[in-house]
T-cell receptor, first 113, second 114 residues
């Protein structure tokens, strides 16, 4: 049972344009969401997070949107840069008690120069 | 500040052999996690430590996997005996204290069981 789903295994975007990565979840107990970025042969690196009390969080070129009613979140990167090419993982957690992060399967983003 | 350190980076063993992975978390981080990442999948939690106590090991296959964090700092994850299906990347992460927030990951150990 995949509780966090990233339905797009890959995405290609022109440099300078907006990249939009999507994530859906099924567990209504999830109330904290994170995006991690992973380069080959490296561990995942924390990018941005959002609590369920918010619907938007912004950090520089990265913005995460949360739609609780749809159980959907998205990561927007604008403008996209070649260094953004990586695998992006969405992760979720229920802060009440269990601190476990549940990850999606990842989306490979390729920025085309 | 040094990040999470893991060794070895790569390990190739034959099935039924034992193998051990080592992790040194970021200094001062009380919470340590071991994750398993299969090809094409996201990381899955195996075990979480608060200091030296394993507070969540529900996903650890205890028949062949064991872990320890004796002094509440570095940790070892062991598989004995290894099976073909154990081929994966084993990631260690740490965070400052219990509570969801930033988990910092090490580079992982890529295990290949032949």
């Amino acid at each position: 049972d995949q509780q966090v789903k990233q339905n797009s295994p890959s995405l290609s975007v022109q440099e300078g344009r907006i990249s939009i990565l999507n994530c859906d979840y099924t567990n209504s107990m999830f109330d904290y969401f994170l995006w991690y970025k992973k380069y080959p042969a490296e561990g995942p690196t924390f990018l941005i997070s959002i609590s369920s009390i918010k619907d938007k969080n912004e950090d520089g070129r990265f913005t995460v949107f949360l739609n609780k009613s749809a159980k959907h979140l998205s990561l927007h990167i604008v403008p996209s840069q070649p260094g953004d090419s990586a695998v992006y993982f969405c992760a979720a957690s229920a802060t009440r008690g269990n601190e476990k992060l549940t990850f999606g399967t990842g989306t490979r983003l390729t920025i085309i120069p | 500040e040094a990040g999470v350190v893991q060794s070895p980076r790569y390990k190739i063993i034959e099935k039924k052999q034992p193998v051990a992975f080592w992790c040194n978390p970021i200094s001062g981080h009380n919470t340590l996690y071991w994750y398993l990442q299969n090809l094409g999948q996201g990381p899955e939690l195996l075990i979480r430590y608060e200091n030296e106590e394993a507070v969540d090991d529900s996903q650890l296959p205890k028949d062949r996997f064991s872990a320890e964090r004796l002094k509440g700092v570095d940790s070892t994850l062991k598989i004995q005996p290894a099976e073909l299906g154990d081929s994966a990347v084993y990631l260690c992460a740490s965070s400052l204290r219990q509570g969801v927030g930033t988990q910092y990951f090490g580079p992982g150990t890529r295990l290949l069981v032949l």
